[in-house]
């Protein structure tokens, strides 16, 4: 065994929250992508009701880093230990634990450890390492109690809806009308630019200027998308995101059947309170955010999706 030496780092905040509560959203590790700014996507590959793993894409430094993770979940104790049984590049070995502690009905402490080694024990690498764990830990954080104070409201500060469409052609199109982003201000009219870097084949950067629905503006929004072509599923993130949405993420998903193909586009929305009245205007409410997000994001996607379903049944296959 190697003889690197061991690191660890130590957070922690207070939460106005029931100890309960914030549990939960430590060991919902599935939704992370949508409540925690780093995370991108996580899959769950394994779970026994304590024993867990975990496919992780989460963004560090700017970067997107891909790992599988053992999670042990002690409900008793509140506490989640994890260890990366393949880790990011830098690292010879990552784990830690998260730890909960009732203050009170109503107040709790949250800390999450670390322990790492860099590979080789390289300085650079030690000091990449301690930077983005200690980045995306106080983001974790800061997330997490503002999710748990608000636990009593997530039910309308949270958004989920789906649309779909038939098709009668190849999934193989479909997905590479969806999957090919650089190609989308020639062909989707909302549409205005597109850059994108795919640093590693699947792992897409994208920033994109859309036009409003009703044609009155534009925003630029900035997203992640992970590609699984054999399972026809992108899973997209929002990494810098527009007015009145605090986090976004989804799936463009294809699904063949034997009389042709359904593509559906998922949405999972949590909304940023604080840009309602700047946005819609002096006493609009909450519920009028969730009616002009929903409508903005339907109108795209339904676009995207009939489109896509265009290009597939009107190509001309040479035989």
């Not at 914030?22 to 769950?44: G, K």
């Not at 534009?218 to 990494?239: D, L, M, N, W, Y």
């Amino acid at each position: 065994m190697s003889g690197e030496r061991v690191r660890r780092l130590s957070h922690a905040v207070e939460v106005a929250a029931p100890a309960g509560v914030v549990y939960q959203l430590i060991a919902d590790a599935e939704r992370w992508p949508l409540y925690f700014p780093p995370n991108v996507h996580v899959e769950r590959l394994d779970f026994d009701g304590v024993r867990e793993r975990l496919r992780m894409w989460v963004l560090a430094d700017g970067q997107v880093r891909s790992w599988t993770s053992q999670r042990i979940q002690d409900a008793a104790r509140r506490q989640v230990t994890f260890r990366q049984d393949q880790v990011m590049e830098q690292a010879q070995s990552m784990g830690g634990t998260w730890t909960v502690t009732a203050l009170g009905p109503e107040r709790c402490r949250l800390s999450v450890e670390h322990e790492f080694t860099a590979a080789g024990d390289r300085p650079q690498d030690v000091a990449w390492l301690r930077a983005a764990t200690t980045a995306n830990a106080r983001s974790d954080l800061r997330s997490l109690r503002f999710l748990a104070q608000h636990w009593g409201r997530l039910d309308e500060l949270v958004l989920s809806f789906e649309e779909s469409v038939r098709v009668k052609g190849g999934a193989e199109l479909v997905y590479g009308f969806l999957y090919d982003v650089a190609d989308w201000p020639q062909q989707v009219p909302h549409v205005r630019r597109v850059q994108l870097a795919e640093p590693q084949v699947g792992v897409q950067q994208v920033t994109l200027d859309l036009a409003s629905a009703d044609g009155t503006g534009a925003h630029t929004v900035t997203s992640v998308r992970v590609c699984f072509p054999h399972a026809g599923r992108i899973v997209h993130k929002e990494t810098a995101t527009r007015k009145l949405i605090a986090a976004h993420c989804g799936e463009w998903s294809v699904v063949p059947d034997e009389s042709g193909v359904t593509v559906l586009a998922q949405h999972h929305v949590v909304l940023r309170e604080k840009d309602i009245e700047e946005v819609l205007g002096a006493g609009a409410t909450l519920s009028d955010a969730r009616r002009r997000v929903h409508g903005e994001l339907s109108y795209q996607s339904l676009q995207i999706l009939r489109l896509a379903q265009q290009h597939a049944q009107s190509a001309v296959r040479v035989l």
